[in-house]
C-alpha cells in the first residue's frame, strides 16, 4: 500500500527502491482525487455528519431525494465556504429501468 501523502513522492530516499514513484506521483498532481479529509481539513468532522445525515434522511423517506440532496449542498456550502459547482438532480440517483 503506498501512502495518500504527496510529501511521500517528493522525497528521494523512496525512489531508489520504486522507480514507479514518479508515474504515481502524476497520477496525485493530474487529477487523482483526493481524501475529503485533505480538502476539508479541521471542517472533516462536520461534512461527514452533514452528508451521513442527508443520505439517512433520504434513505429513509424522511425527505425526498431533491430535498435532501439540496439541503446537504446548502450544509456543505455553509460548512465549507466552497460555492457550489452546479445542480445535479435527484433524477441522476434513480435506478435505470432498463437494467
Known amino acids: 500500500m503506498l501512502s495518500t501523502r504527496?510529501?511521500?513522492y517528493e522525497d528521494p530516499q523512496y525512489w531508489h527502491s520504486r522507480p514507479?514513484?514518479?508515474q504515481l506521483?502524476?497520477?496525485f498532481t493530474n487529477g487523482t482525487i483526493?481524501?475529503?479529509s485533505a480538502i476539508t481539513g479541521k471542517r472533516?468532522?462536520?461534512v461527514s455528519r452533514s452528508y451521513f445525515s442527508a443520505v439517512h434522511?433520504?434513505?429513509t423517506g424522511e425527505v425526498t431525494a431533491e430535498k435532501g440532496l439540496a439541503d446537504l449542498e446548502s450544509d456543505l456550502v455553509r460548512i465549507t465556504g466552497f460555492k457550489p459547482r452546479g445542480t445535479v438532480s435527484a433524477q441522476a440517483f434513480k435506478?435505470?429501468?432498463r437494467r
Open 20 to 22: 514507479d514513484l514518479e
Open 34 to 36: 483526493v481524501r475529503p
Open 25 to 27: 506521483k502524476a497520477m
Open 44 to 46: 472533516y468532522d462536520q
Open 6 to 8: 504527496s510529501e511521500f
Open 57 to 59: 434522511s433520504i434513505l
Open 95 to 97: 435506478p435505470d429501468a
